[in-house]
């Protein structure tokens, strides 16, 4: 069984979400220079931006709690590299 820590999962649905967000960018844009009707595309694409900045505003509090002394979220090369340097260290 796979032993992940959530914010590797976390950084996984950044990718997917990230990867269709912007496949549907450019079947929007597609969508716009041809004539077809876009805006069906453009409210998913719309939808994937919001929840890609949601994706993010949580990754970057899990890792601001991690460096005020909560639980340990990161792997060994995630975080800042204040983060970095401290497990070095220890």
Do not use: H
Request: net charge positive; glycine share 10%; aromatic share 8%.
């Amino acid at each position: 069984m796979l032993n992940w820590k959530a914010i590797e999962v976390l950084d996984i649905c950044l990718g997917i979400v990230g990867f269709f967000a912007a496949a549907f960018f450019v079947v929007t844009a597609v969508c716009e220079l041809t004539g077809a009707p876009a805006l069906g595309w453009a409210l998913t694409l719309l939808g994937l931006v919001a929840a890609l900045a949601l994706l993010v505003t949580i990754r970057r509090r899990m890792l601001a709690a991690e460096a005020r002394g909560g639980a340990p979220v990161s792997t060994a090369w995630g975080g800042s590299l204040d983060e970095y340097r401290r497990r070095r260290q220890s």
